[in-house]
Every structure is written in structure tokens, then in C-alpha cells.
């Protein structure tokens, strides 16, 4: 028997912006029944590549190809009305974030009935009953319910699922899923890869866009390596992953964490911050652990609840206590909605428990007031998961150095210009990114510009809520490695929170693993990892992938 034609044939796709080539000479087949995933770093061409596929690839844009194909349908030149009788029907797009993707102020029932209706597929009792039977295939539970639900009600992994049921809503024989996973935890993470494999073991084909190689191994037959809008190696999952040939693909395998001891080396050595350091904190006389030193940061039986309308209080934290060592690292882990934030506010002094405490170098810190804390508070610093958010965007990364190095008085650039220069330099950043709008910068500059704020008062504890979580894998690394090289020059103690268990695993001396507000194991990283006690412990890790080939 012949076999049977792809779903998808591109041969020497080219696109540019203007005299910009983003995309050249781009060629891939993509089969019945077949994942092809396209991994590479933000800025390498993935999504340029997948939306020229359909017709997206954007205003002002000039898309070429000796050959496009999809489903059967010679692509090139095609007008706007027909590839929208291609999109939705033949193929399904699965964009990242789906709260943006879907409309806030529809039912998610309509979403999904758009697709039908719009390709006219049968009444409207006919597209109701299918949207139900949708939700259910993708695993919601109670479809009805969640068919008259607004996104916003819905959490993270239920959208992303009613983004799939919308995608698959007219059976197309090519699904394009483009970072599908990315800001999802681990448990829901591998439940929509599941869903995805599922998709293509009943016949359709897929092309699974991705920076992360740990999360294709899980669903992928063949990758495409893309650097710099080329693809730079291809094959076999196995061979990509067990036998890696181009320099770029060796250095996405090792920036994984997944494997690699503490303080081992994720990105090149080039990478490492400048040798220039900061002025080092006052730091304890004694050894990490040593008879009789308080730990850095500690909390004891750390319990809050939050109003809920109409309902009982919602008991967001209960009774949880750790200690942090100084010049150590605990990692807490868990899944969205696991109290992980509310407890890291806590421990900053953003958000007062309802009972227990925090200890601060074994001094109270939740129990007193505002005033008193302040003068401590240089002592205790945070990066966060998005530091975009978290800078004014009036001001240079200069000035927002400058705010934190004032602390409390007036803002003055000129006068910490050599301490604004050392911070940089500490964190691997040109001189002349002060003059610079963080806009502008990368989102590895951004996060090394919110790591040097945060030291810049000279603390003794950063608390990092998911501090790399945003970032692709080499970036993700040298963040990692720049944390490890910071930790063992300057003595800090790091309190380190995501729900991403290569990252815990690499990064942390010991654990807490929380479920639903309340540590539901303990211990030094290796005891939890290779020995795990609790059920949701050995799930999480059970869930969480590997870079390794095989489904």
C-alpha cells in the first residue's frame, strides 16, 4: 500500500519583515498520526515558522516557499477568505496563554461554538450538545457547568483545556500547538501532553512548538532544532535527545537542570557574571548551620484565610513552618493555588498571618510593626516571575537602581552612579544598560536588572518567587548559575519557590513540598527526591518531565 500523503509539506520557507529575514529556507513534513516539535529559544523563528503556516504570519510580512502544503491544499498565495475555510477546519492552532486567547467576557461554550458555527456545522442544539461532549473529551469535569463559565472562573489548566476542545472542535488533520505547556505546573502540564499525545494516536498530525526539550520528549517523534530562523539539526526523538550532533542543540540539553548536581554549571562559562563584586553584606561569624546561629528566616505554625463573598473563608495557608539556614537555599514546591505566594508574603512582611509567626535572624519580624521593620528591611529582598511589571516604566534601569540604593530618601542616579555600575557588573550587565529602559531590555536582562535591584540594599535573604519560570532554557540557566555564584560569594540565603521540580531539585539544600495551604513533606532535597513519603509528592515528580526520549 502507498503510504499515505502528509499533513503537512514545507520546503525552503523563507519569510522577512521589510529587508529583515526572520525565517530562511525552513523545510519540515509532518505525517498522520505524527508530532513534529520545532524547539528553540524566544527570537529563534518557532512562531514566525507555525503561524506562516496558516496565513498569520503577520502584517507587513513577505511569506515565500517552493513547497506549501497543508492538508492536501496548496498554501501559497491563498486569499484571507480561503484560508479562514482552512483554519479551525483543517487546521487547529493552540496558542500559550490561553486567558488572552480566550474572550473574558463570553462563555466558554461560545467560544467553542464558534468554531462550529462558523464553519456551519449543524443546529444549534447540534453545536451545544458537541460542545459538551468536547469539554468532556479534554477532561473537564461537570462540561455543562464549565460550558457556562467565563474564563476568568476557570484555573489555568481548565482554560488551556477549553482552548484544546475549541482547537479540535472540527477533527482537523493538523493541530499546531505553540508553547502549549509552558506556564503550566507539572500535573496539569502532563495531563495536556497526554491530551495532545491522545490527539495524535488518533491519526492527527501535530506540530508542537516549544523551548523546552524536556517537555517534547514526552509527545514528540521527531524534532527540528531552529537557531537564528535555520533549522539546525533534525531527527528522531532518540537521536536528538540521546545523540545530540549541532553545538546549539548540545547547549539546550545541558542548560536542562533535570540531572545536574548542586552548584553544577548549566550555561557556558562566558556566562558568568564579571568579576567586579559588590560590597559583601554583613554576614554570620559562624558556618551554614553551625551550633547556635538563628537561622536567616524562619516561620512557625503560619496560618492565613482570605474573605470569600458568600462563602466560608478560604484557607489559603495552615500551620506551616520552616527555617532557612543562612548561606543555604529551601525550595518550596507545589502547584498554582498551593499557598506558596501567600506564604513568601508573609514571610516578607507583605501580608500578616492570621496566626503563628515569622523570625527574621531569629528576631520577630510579622509581630511587630511596620515601623520597626523598616529599618530591617534591606536585610530581606525578592525577585519575582515578571519583572517588567514590577518596574515603573518611566524609569531607566539606572533609576530604578538608583530607587532601591536610596531607600526611603530621595532618588538620586548621579550620586550612586559607581554603586549602580558595580551592581551591573555583579550581575553580568553592561555598563550602558543603565541609560536603557528595561522595556528595551531582553527578558534575561530584565530578570539580571530585578536581581541586582534586589541586592542593591545589601540583604542578607532573597525570597525568589518562581524567578526563571518565564524564561527559555539557556536563559533559565544562566539566571540559575548567576543565583549559585551570587549564593557563594555573598553568603545569601535564598527561600526559592516553583513549581517546576528540575529547578527545585538543582537549585535547593532542602524542601517543602505544600498541597492545598499545608507542607505535606519535608526534608533535604536528595531524601525527597529519590524517597519521597506523600502521595502528591511522588505524583508531582511522577508528572514532571525528563529530558529524555520515550512516551
Known amino acids: 500500500m502507498n503510504a499515505p500523503a502528509p499533513i503537512l509539506r514545507v520546503e525552503n520557507l523563507g519569510v522577512s519583515f521589510g529587508e529583515t529575514p526572520v525565517v530562511l529556507d525552513v523545510s519540515l513534513t509532518v505525517d498522520p498520526g505524527e508530532c513534529l516539535a520545532l524547539v528553540g529559544e524566544s527570537g529563534s523563528g518557532k512562531s514566525v515558522t507555525a503561524r506562516s503556516l496558516i496565513g498569520l ?39 500559550q496563554d490561553a486567558l488572552t486567547s480566550l474572550d473574558p467576557l463570553r462563555r466558554i461554550g461560545k467560544e467553542i461554538d464558534d468554531a462550529l458555527r462558523l464553519h ?3 443546529s444549534g442544539a447540534a453545536r451545544a450538545a458537541r460542545v459538551v461532549e468536547l469539554l468532556a473529551a479534554v477532561g473537564l469535569d461537570d462540561p455543562v457547568r464549565r460550558a457556562s463559565q467565563l474564563s476568568g472562573e476557570l484555573s489555568g489548566g481548565m482554560r488551556q483545556r477549553a482552548l484544546i476542545a475549541s ?61 537564528a530562523g535555520r533549522i539546525v539539526e533534525t531527527g528522531s526523538t532518540e537521536a536528538i535527545l540521546g545523540d545530540p ?13 533535570a540531572g545536574k548536581p548542586r552548584f553544577a554549571r548549566l550555561s557556558p562559562a562566558t556566562a558568568s557574571p564579571a568579576a567586579v563584586a559588590a560590597p559583601a553584606p554583613e554576614a554570620p561569624s559562624a558556618a551554614p548551620g553551625e551550633s547556635g546561629q538563628p537561622p536567616a528566616l524562619s516561620a512557625r ?26 548561606g543555604r537555599t529551601l525550595g518550596v514546591v507545589g502547584e498554582s493555588g498551593s499557598g506558596k505566594t501567600t506564604t513568601a508574603r508573609m514571610a516578607l512582611g507583605l501580608l500578616a498571618p492570621d496566626a503563628g509567626s515569622v523570625h527574621l535572624f531569629g528576631e520577630p519580624w510579622s ?49 550612586h552612579a ?36 534586589a541586592l542593591a540594599p545589601n540583604p542578607r535573604v532573597l525570597i525568589c518567587d518562581e524567578p526563571v519560570s518565564a524564561l527559555d532554557v539557556s536563559i533559565q540557566a544562566q539566571v540559575l548559575d548567576l543565583l549559585d555564584e551570587l549564593q557563594r560569594r555573598l553568603g545569601l540565603a535564598y527561600l526559592f519557590i516553583s513549581h517546576d ?51
Not at 550532533?245 to 537542570?257: D, E, F, I, N, S
Not at 534591606?378 to 519575582?384: C, E, K, N, R, V
Not at 550581575?427 to 536582562?445: H, K, Y
Not at 539544600?509 to 519535608?522: C, H
Open 367 to 415: 509581630a511587630v510593626p511596620e515601623a520597626q521593620r523598616r529599618t530591617r528591611r534591606p536585610s530581606l529582598g525578592a525577585i519575582y516571575q515578571d519583572p517588567l511589571s514590577s518596574f515603573d516604566p518611566r524609569h531607566s534601569a539606572g533609576q530604578v537602581l538608583a530607587d532601591a540604593l536610596s531607600f526611603g530618601a530621595t532618588r538620586n542616579p548621579r550620586k
Open 120 to 122: 456551519g456545522s449543524g
Open 167 to 227: 482547537a479540535i472542535a472540527l477533527d482537523p488533520a493538523l493541530v499546531i500547538a505553540d508553547e502549549p505547556t509552558t506556564a503550566l505546573d507539572a500535573t496539569v502540564a502532563a495531563a495536556v501532553l497526554d491530551l495532545l499525545a491522545g490527539l495524535r494516536a488518533a491519526g492527527s498530525g501535530m506540530l508542537l512548538i516549544s523551548h523546552d526539550l524536556s517537555t517534547v520528549a514526552k509527545v514528540a517523534d521527531t524534532i527540528a532544532v531552529m537557531q
Open 301 to 326: 505554625s503560619l496560618s492565613r484565610s482570605f474573605k470569600v463573598p458568600g462563602a466560608a473563608d478560604f484557607p489559603a495557608v495552615k500551620d506551616v513552618g520552616f527555617e532557612l539556614l543562612p
Open 245 to 257: 550532533q549541532h553545538p546549539y542543540t548540545k547547549a539546550l540539553l545541558a542548560a536542562v537542570p
Open 57 to 95: 504570519a503577520g502584517p507587513g510580512s513577505t511569506v515565500r516557499a517552493d513547497a506549501l502544503e497543508v492538508a492536501g491544499v496548496d498554501a501559497r498565495g491563498l486569499s484571507q477568505r480561503a484560508w479562514r475555510s482552512i483554519r479551525g477546519n483543517k487546521v487547529g492552532l493552540i496558542l
Open 418 to 453: 559607581g554603586r549602580i555600575a558595580e551592581l551591573l557588573s555583579l550581575v553580568g550587565l553592561a555598563p550602558e544598560v543603565a541609560a536603557r529602559n528595561p522595556a528595551t531590555l531582553s527578558g534575561g536582562q530584565r530578570q539580571r536588572l530585578a536581581i541586582a535591584r
Open 501 to 551: 521540580l528540575s529547578v527545585i531539585r538543582h537549585m535547593s539544600d532542602a524542601v517543602l513540598v505544600m498541597r492545598a495551604g499545608e507542607v505535606v513533606e519535608s526534608g533535604d532535597t536528595e531524601s525527597v527526591f529519590t524517597a519521597p513519603q506523600h502521595p502528591y509528592t511522588r505524583a508531582l515528580l511522577a508528572a514532571s518531565p525528563a529530558p529524555t526520549p520515550g512516551r
